[in-house]
């Protein structure tokens, strides 16, 4: 924090858990492939439930490119002109 000051850097602390924020790129596709492949879906075995995540994975570059390329961004809130609540 001192190193910061001295920098002329304004730290704004977040939240332990943030889920509006969803930064982490991981969960973002991983919520893409449950909707695309398990949602309302019934999988008779573990072998055909592994078949539709494999190929929702081998998907990714090829035909999910289009809905992927605007969800694995990191678009970031920035904070200029917002009023800040120092605790």
Partial sequence: MELAEGLHIRLLFLPGYSPNLNLNLIERLWKFIKRDT?????????????????ACLTQLS????????????????TFENASVMMG
């Fill in 62 to 77: 090829t035909t999910h490119r289009p809905k992927l390329e605007s969800l694995m961004t990191l678009n970031f809130q």
């Fill in 38 to 54: 398990l949602r309302g879906r019934y999988y008779a075995d573990f072998a055909t439930f592994r078949a539709a995540i494999t």
